[in-house]
């Protein structure tokens, strides 16, 4: 199983791979499956048509030559679609490219062909939301684009040789861009970034940490149960970060005993994908059917998120967000649409446009550009059309203190801080590189030199690696443990009571009197190693400019093939590279290292875009007004129990633990 | 020049026990114990006199539900791996047994003090490296996983590294350095170490094998390796010099006729008069095993090429060694005195211990 082409390029050494063999084929159960006949009975093959179809032929029936064919029944194919790849334990990855192709950037541009056709078919502004949905009518194009996205755009553009180094645009300016690409050539309506969703998940975050909090110090040490992942399964501490799709995902089908801890909170993404479905749809009067939400992505695993049967709506056969693209393939779009992203647009250096004077897609309530003529200036396009509900300000790039993958322990670090009717002091500690660290809030003692008692820990953890570790600490410190297999046997014979293990512990314990450290209340888990900035959807490193295109794409390098014919792409990958025989053998393990080092740089300048993002005060005010106005809009004015579960509905989900028994069952010694 | 001695494979012991195949041994390093693992999930442990009379003295019912594919004792001869095919890697420890903890080879139940969770599917092998610090594992899911060693049982995954694109069979440490090595179904071997301001990594893949590599031993010296592989022959591989990272296959060894599945190397007994290099057990399919002695190589222009095979002989050979069975394993003991046994595990279920001695 091959990568796709972007997620070869970051540092896979530290990526979830597919596993051997996607054991979806053996679960393929055939209900064309004929009745068990007498042995003996006539025998059937397979034949393969010129189209590819299978047919199912009975022997019996083909031997008899008398003119007629032999009634040939054509066979179901196997499909594999996304939520088939979330069911199954064969792989513990989900960045089968094969399956990608389900969500891809020619997908995009095929629905907005299709869509094209059907526009003025229907009124584009419903006035009455009650309407049934008519098939194949047009649907609003959404994007949503993440800031990590842009900050890798920043970043490539910077590298071009056709940008200044001095005055490279922000990601600011790169939204800009986008916007204008997005609205002008593809025809999207509206462009946003996701930021205010995640100003929206980051509110809820907090919320359920402080649920959960409250539960864990009012019931004591309230542990998890191993949950099955019903109802109220979600408690206890510490809360581990859910935005991480490859971290649910590895969750769900390695680690169940983690799935209680994980935080029920929506993704930005998917906070998104409500906004634009639920909140923007009703005032605009369309229903989510009638909208197409696109994401740009820093992550292949994005991609399986938004395919999650929790994010999909029944009643109007319709997810959340429809497709996901990665920001490579946003560059793709762009490349093959032949927009030159390094070329400014007018006005894109305004930190903030009024409401009205802005593009359709920066202020599109009420003021969708669809009835209006297909003529965008993209500066001051004014939209004319009559507005049935006041104007509202999307608020553009917020910024979140903290982390490039979200701040989701910073906001929580923030609000305790806050709201503390002492003062916390904040300390960190590495434990492991920049991707492992560790947060103390400790009561202010007044005295410098001395740390108050500790009231919180928090743990930012990313990278495959480090994620096995936080996991082993959380369920020693929490008493939770796998309970797949001889995993659980083991584990229950070590934990015991008696046992060796055990023993240690004591001795451990009674030897070192040791200050009983406190456990995590909080960790920040994201798959990749860097966080999201180095997400396995970005674009290529751009190292040397000196040489390359504009389009970030240096020519791969030489395949290395070993004797099955296996190619790896083992520069690209981050990983060794064999040294030509001539070259002076000293030079291996630094021409190593500079690869590494390569990928590694790349991803400390994407970090640097992502902090380019300017601060506009007057952005962030709004963005908080426009929150509780959401919550208002969404939830109703019903009494505070309906709210609250209204609430839960919208920006909330859950997680099931997949079952792992089919492994091992076609496997050959 | 007198003729080199020739020597002869006996048998010493034949240890039954095992309801399925045996799959692996591992000899204690520093207590007269060796120990077996098979496809019946459980680990023996047998006990040896001086004299070289072996006694069956424990059994771990491991509580692995697949089978065990892989034993590796740590330094200090306390506490044994054990990898198997339910993705488990075990960490066992004795009880002690109400005496001083002792020399005694008897001691008190075996016990599970750790585990390691991780591998998504069968694990293959496991070993301890040389300083006894670190921990590594292979798995059919292709990975390669590197533990640090803790107090008290516990362990931190330190990487996992996913080079190879095939099942991993075996991983192995180097003698004296904190280099690891991996066989592998995509027929390369691959050589890892820590970048001190970052994580482990490949840093080489030797190719030349043209089947699965199944097998890997470092010479004691730690400037040679040597591999058996599905197509039927030990590769050796010399480090072209101290300073460098780079291996060159230096000698390919015929002779089997079916896979090599294990090949061990020791310090051997020495011969008078030349730089040895130790001796290498093979085995495999064929239930042959063969014994090589090498040696440095010789003559002034050879000893100056960097990558000059060693000299090599073949000292010894034993076919059927478990009757008509497959040999999946062999190892040289590695303790003073002891270092002429040899024990190999067969698909009879038997683990057989041999002596190699001159004839």
């Given at each position: 199983m091959a990568f796709s082409g972007a997620l070869t390029l970051t540092d896979l050494n530290d990526f979830i791979t597919p596993s051997q063999a996607c054991i979806k084929p053996v679960e393929q159960l055939n209900p064309n499956k004929p009745e068990e006949k007498d042995p003996g009975a006539a025998a059937t093959e397979i034949q393969i048509d010129r189209s590819g179809a299978y047919y199912e032929v009975t022997q019996e029936s083909k031997s008899i030559t008398n003119g007629t064919p032999a009634p040939a029944k054509k066979l179901e194919q196997a499909q594999i679609n996304l939520n088939d790849c979330l069911a199954c334990s064969g792989c513990i990855t989900s960045a089968e490219s094969v399956l990608i192709t389900l969500q891809s950037h020619t997908e995009v541009l095929t629905f907005l062909e299709e869509n094209e056709k059907n526009r003025g078919r229907i009124p584009v502004i419903s006035s009455t939301p009650d309407v049934a949905p008519v098939a194949e009518s047009y649907k609003v194009p959404v994007i949503s684009i993440a800031p990590q996205s842009l900050a890798s755009l920043a970043a490539a553009v910077a590298a071009s040789p056709s940008t200044s180094t001095s005055e490279h645009p922000t990601p600011l300016q790169i939204m800009r861009r986008i916007r204008a690409f997005c609205v002008e050539v593809l025809g999207f309506e509206c462009v946003f970034d996701t930021t205010f969703a995640r100003h929206i998940a980051l509110q809820e975050h907090i919320a359920e940490f402080e649920e959960r909090w409250r539960a864990a110090t009012e019931g004591g040490s309230d542990v998890a149960s191993t949950g099955t992942g019903a109802g109220d399964s979600a408690k206890g501490l510490p809360m581990l970060a859910s935005a991480c799709p490859g971290w649910i995902c590895y969750a769900e089908k390695a680690h169940a005993e983690m799935l209680p801890f994980i935080s029920r909170t929506k993704s930005p993404q998917q906070v998104m994908g409500t906004l634009v479905k639920n909140w923007m749809g009703a005032r605009w009067g369309k229903?989510?059917?009638?909208i197409y939400h696109v994401t740009v992505m820093m992550c292949y695993d994005k991609k399986l998120e938004a395919s999650r049967t929790d994010f999909y709506s029944d009643i109007y056969s319709t997810r959340d967000v429809d497709c996901v693209i990665t920001t490579g393939e946003l560059e793709l779009l762009m490349k093959e649409k032949s927009w030159d992203i390094t070329q400014p647009v007018p006005g894109e250096l305004d930190l903030i446009e009024p409401p009205l004077t802005s593009r359709g897609a920066f202020d599109p309530f009420g003021n969708l550009?669809?009835?209006?003529?297909?003529?965008?200036?993209?500066?001051?396009?004014?939209?004319s059309l009559k507005t049935e509900v006041a104007p509202i300000h999307f608020p553009e790039l917020l910024t979140h203190p903290g982390t490039s993958s979200g701040s989701y322990l910073h906001a929580i670090i923030a609000h305790l801080q806050a709201t503390s009717p002492v003062p916390l002091a904040l300390r960190v500690q590495t434990v492991r590189g920049a991707d492992y660290e560790e947060f103390m809030l400790s009561k202010d003692t007044g005295t410098s030199g001395e740390e108050g008692e500790v009231v919180f820990k928090g743990a930012k953890c990313y990278g495959f690696r480090n994620l096995q570790n936080v996991v082993r600490r959380v369920g020693r410190e929490r008493g939770v443990r796998t309970t797949s297999g001889a995993a659980g046997r083991l584990g229950g014979r070590a934990g015991a009571g008696g046992g060796v293990a055990a023993r240690l512990r004591r001795r451990a314990a009674e030897g070192k009197e040791e200050k009983k450290e406190r456990a995590y209340d909080y960790v920040e888990v994201m798959a990749c190693p860097g966080g999201c900035v180095n997400g396995g959807g970005q674009l290529k490193p751009v190292i040397a400019p000196a040489d390359a295109s504009p389009a970030p794409t240096p020519p791969p390098p030489p395949p290395v093939v070993d004797e099955e014919g296996y190619k790896r792409d083992w520069e690209g990958s981050g990983v060794a590279m064999t040294l030509p025989?001539?070259?002076?053998?000293?030079g291996v393990v630094d021409v190593t290292q500079n690869a590494r080092w390569g990928s590694k740089e790349w991803t400390r300048r994407v970090e640097e875009e992502y902090w380019r993002i300017p601060f506009i005060e007057v952005e962030n005010r709004l963005a908080d007004g426009l929150t509780g106005r959401i919550y208002d809009d969404l939830c109703g004015f019903g009494d505070e129990i309906e709210r609250a579960e209204t609430r839960r509905r919208y920006f909330r989900t859950e997680y099931r633990a997949v079952e792992n028994e089919v492994i091992g069952l076609a496997v050959v010694w | 020049m007198a003729p080199p001695p020739s020597y002869t494979i006996s048998p010493l012991a034949v240890l039954p026990g095992h309801t399925e195949r045996a799959w692996h041994i591992a000899w204690n390093p520093t207590r007269p114990l060796l120990a077996s693992c098979s496809a019946d999930k459980t680990v023996r442990m047998y006990a040896y006199t001086p004299a070289c009379k072996f006694t069956h003295v424990s059994t771990i019912?491991?509580?692995?539900?697949?089978?065990?594919?892989a034993l590796a004792w740590a330094l200090s001869g306390r506490t044994l791996a054990t990898a198997s095919f339910d993705s488990n890697i075990g960490v066992w420890e004795q009880e002690p047994n109400g005496e001083a903890d002792g020399e005694g080879t008897e001691g008190g139940e075996w016990e599970c003090a750790s585990q390691l969770e991780g591998h998504e599917t069968e694990c293959k092998s496991v070993a301890y490296s040389s300083t006894g610090t670190l921990l590594a594992s292979c798995s059919r899911d292709k990975t390669v996983w590197i533990w640090e060693v803790h107090p008290d049982a516990d362990f931190e995954c330190m990487g996992v590294l996913m080079d190879h694109s095939q099942d991993v069979k075996c991983v192995v440490w180097h003698p004296t350095e904190e280099i690891l090595a991996s066989a592998s179904y995509d027929d390369t071997i691959k050589l890892y170490i820590d970048d001190p301001s970052d994580d482990w990594f490949c840093f080489a893949t030797l190719t030349?094998?043209?089947?699965?590599?199944?097998s890997l031993a470092f010479s004691p010296d730690g400037r040679y390796l040597a591999s058996g592989s599905d197509d039927r022959t030990v590769r050796v591989w010399k480090r072209v010099s101290a300073q460098e990272l780079r291996w060159e296959c230096v000698l390919v060894l015929d002779g089997h006729e079916r896979s090599v599945y294990s090949v061990s190397w020791s310090v051997g007994v020495a011969e008078e008069g030349n730089k040895s290099l130790g001796w290498l057990a093979s085995t495999g399919g064929d239930g042959a095993i063969r014994v090589w002695a090498f040696s440095e190589p010789e003559g002034e222009e050879m000893a100056g090429s960097s990558i000059a095979p060693p000299e090599h002989r073949l000292i010894a050979s034993i076919g059927s060694a478990h009757g008509v069975y497959d040999v999946n394993a062999v190892a040289w003991c590695p303790r003073d005195g002891h270092t002429d046994l040899l024990a190999s595990a067969g698909d009879d279920g038997a683990t057989r211990v041999w002596r190699v001695g001159v004839a």
């Open positions: 229903l989510p059917n009638e550009k669809s009835t209006a003529p297909r003529t965008i200036s993209t500066s001051t396009d004014v939209k025989p001539t070259t002076n053998g000293t | 019912a491991t509580g692995h539900t697949k089978a065990v594919r030349g094998h043209t089947s699965t590599v199944w």
